[in-house]
């Protein structure tokens, strides 16, 4: 109860809220004979993670493993941190999690571990690389990197200012997108000035207040690069309300419903998509492995795509789901 009381269990994919209908729980930390996997995602009720979990459900159907999904209400490590100490009461094999900070959510995921719990770190990690035994993650730096070329060629040797959007400072994932696009735009686009990395706190509408701030503040904004599904969201809605869709170039991350919707109508001009079911696949196999003692990769890298409107459905498997 205390585990339900903590964190919102994420519907949709295997069973109902709450229902966990497969093996009964057992205690006593990673022997084989205990078969049970929890994943803690970022946040409940999102495209990407929903994808990552529908992924994980099937591979550990598949191994014969069960899987409860929890998440908190908001991207929040104040939020997260207790969905995993609580953990400690049930003592799954193993623990996939993508941890909210890459510091603060650190000694909650070392409690765990110490209780002998395998830590698998699916999407963002910890600074602290001595805590999980695997992790899998799309090539962040990579990402932003091909959204930087992906601008250069939209904006085809123009002159001018753009912006990027980071979420939440201590995100390992979009501050190496935003990182990997600055060093990037240099290369491909030397025309091209960033004013800097804002913040967005993973709030779509300050997403879209800095975006029209933005559009006020600099007459040369000619694009915009949104890390992440929530800021793309709102960068769009900024667009749109300043009047600016398709004036200034927005290249986005990931493959939210409404970001395939903003791509096609021509608010994005190009989305990085991930590949979360693979993320969440990847990670019970690893899971798996490390709890039955078969050797594991530390570092797994995931596919990302750039697609655009003229290709994007031929590209659909990289649509995110918002049920398996
Ligand atoms: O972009 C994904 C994920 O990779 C990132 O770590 C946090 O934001 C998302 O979940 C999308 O909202």
Same mark, same amino acid.
């Given at each position: 109860?205390?585990?339900?009381a903590?964190?919102?269990?994420v519907?949709g994919?295997?069973?109902?809220?709450?229902?966990?209908?497969?093996?009964?729980?057992q205690?006593?930390?990673?022997?084989?004979?205990?078969k049970?996997?929890?994943?803690?995602?970022?946040? &409940?009720?999102? +495209?990407?993670?929903?994808?990552?979990?529908?992924?994980?459900?099937? %591979?550990? #159907?598949? *191994?014969?493993?069960? !899987?409860t999904?929890?998440?908190?209400? &908001?991207?929040? +490590?104040t939020?997260q941190a207790?969905?995993?100490?609580a953990?400690? %009461?049930? #003592?799954? *094999?193993a623990?996939? !999690?993508?941890?909210?900070?890459?510091?603060?959510m650190? +000694?909650?995921?070392?409690?765990?571990k110490?209780?002998?719990?395998k830590?698998?770190?699916?999407?963002?990690a910890?600074q602290d690389?001595?805590?999980?035994v695997s992790?899998?993650?799309s090539?962040?730096?990579?990402?932003?990197r091909?959204?930087?070329?992906?601008?250069?060629?939209?904006?085809?040797?123009k002159t001018?200012?753009?912006?990027?959007?980071?979420?939440?400072?201590?995100?390992s994932?979009?501050?190496?997108?935003a990182?990997?696009?600055e060093?990037?735009?240099k290369?491909?686009?030397?025309?091209?000035?960033?004013?800097?990395?804002?913040?967005?706190e993973?709030?779509?509408s300050?997403?879209?207040?800095?975006?029209?701030a933005?559009?006020?503040?600099?007459?040369?904004?000619?694009?915009?690069?949104?890390?992440?599904?929530?800021?793309?969201e709102?960068?769009a809605?900024?667009?749109?309300?300043?009047?600016?869709?398709?004036?200034?170039?927005l290249?986005?991350?990931d493959?939210s419903?409404?970001?395939?919707?903003?791509?096609?109508?021509?608010?994005?001009?190009?989305?990085?998509?991930?590949?979360?079911g693979?993320?969440?696949?990847t990670?019970v196999?690893?899971?798996?492995?490390?709890v039955?003692g078969?050797s594991?990769?530390?570092?797994?890298?995931?596919?990302?795509?750039?697609?655009t409107?003229?290709d994007?459905?031929?590209?659909?498997?990289?649509?995110?789901?918002t049920?398996?």
């Amino acid at each position: 109860m205390l585990v339900l009381a903590t964190g919102a269990l994420v519907a949709g994919c295997g069973g109902q809220i709450g229902q966990n209908n497969d093996t009964p729980a057992q205690t006593g930390g990673a022997t084989p004979a205990n078969k049970n996997l929890d994943l803690v995602v970022g946040v &409940k009720n999102e +495209p990407f993670y929903i994808s990552m979990q529908c992924g994980a459900e099937a %591979a550990a #159907k598949e *191994a014969g493993y069960t !899987i409860t999904t929890q998440a908190p209400d &908001k991207f929040d +490590p104040t939020l997260q941190a207790p969905i995993v100490t609580a953990l400690g %009461a049930k #003592k799954p *094999a193993a623990l996939l !999690i993508a941890p909210t900070d890459d510091k603060t959510m650190a +000694p909650q995921m070392k409690q765990i571990k110490d209780m002998g719990v395998k830590v698998i770190e699916v999407d963002t990690a910890l600074q602290d690389t001595g805590i999980a035994v695997s992790s899998i993650s799309s090539d962040n730096a990579q990402g932003g990197r091909l959204a930087a070329q992906t601008m250069a060629k939209l904006t085809s040797g123009k002159t001018g200012s753009v912006l990027v959007l980071d979420t939440k400072a201590g995100t390992s994932t979009t501050a190496a997108r935003a990182k990997g696009f600055e060093e990037e735009l240099k290369n491909s686009a030397p025309n091209l000035k960033s004013i800097g990395i804002q913040f967005t706190e993973n709030e779509p509408s300050v997403a879209a207040q800095k975006v029209t701030a933005a559009i006020s503040s600099t007459p040369d904004l000619v694009g915009v690069f949104a890390t992440n599904l929530n800021t793309g969201e709102g960068a769009a809605t900024g667009l749109r309300s300043a009047g600016k869709v398709g004036q200034v170039q927005l290249v986005g991350f990931d493959a939210s419903p409404s970001e395939v919707e903003g791509l096609r109508a021509g608010a994005f001009q190009a989305l990085i998509a991930q590949d979360p079911g693979m993320i969440g696949r990847t990670g019970v196999q690893q899971a798996i492995a490390a709890v039955e003692g078969k050797s594991v990769q530390r570092n797994i890298s995931a596919p990302l795509v750039a697609l655009t409107k003229e290709d994007m459905d031929k590209k659909a498997e990289f649509f995110y789901k918002t049920k398996c």
